[in-house]
């Protein structure tokens, strides 16, 4: 019995202590999204979009650009050169074509999309670098 005992206490000291190097450290999280938005990485790995959702102040109340669309590099900072300048957002089966505005995608005035939801959900189509890619969205 003295020998089951040891190997228990080897095994929960080993439990204990973890093999590596401790805990994860969040002090360098690295830098923000550029627009203080959400990061999504692209299908293929070929950079990310950030999605970037304003607030609905109500929920029957008109807004202009709900949501915008900004297409990083891979870096998460630097603009994707030529951005897409047009793209659709599906939303069950509603299609919202989205305008540029500046280097962003915006989705156009109108009641907001997402005010019940609190997030954004949906699928966003758009051409890049000539290929048309759909990114599945689920931001809460």
């Not at 206490?9 to 969040?26: D, K, N, V, W």
């Not at 950030?50 to 929920?59: D, M, N, P």
Request: charged share 20%.
């Amino acid at each position: 019995m003295p020998g089951i005992t040891r190997i228990a206490r080897i095994c929960l000291l080993g439990l204990a202590t973890g093999c590596g190097g401790g805990s994860p450290s969040t002090s360098d999280p690295g830098k923000a999204p550029p627009h203080q938005g959400n990061l999504l990485r692209l299908p293929g790995g070929k950079g990310f979009v950030e999605v970037v959702q304003k607030t609905a102040a109500s929920t029957t109340e008109p807004m202009t650009g709900e949501v915008r669309f900004y297409f990083l590099k891979e870096d998460g900072q630097t603009p994707v050169s030529p951005a897409p300048t047009a793209g659709t957002l599906e939303v069950g089966k509603k299609k919202v074509a989205l305008k540029p505005e500046g280097d962003a995608l915006v989705t156009p005035s109108g009641p907001p999309m997402f005010a019940k939801t609190g997030g954004v959900d949906g699928i966003l189509n758009v051409e890049l670098d000539g290929r048309p890619i759909s990114i599945p969205l689920g931001l809460r």
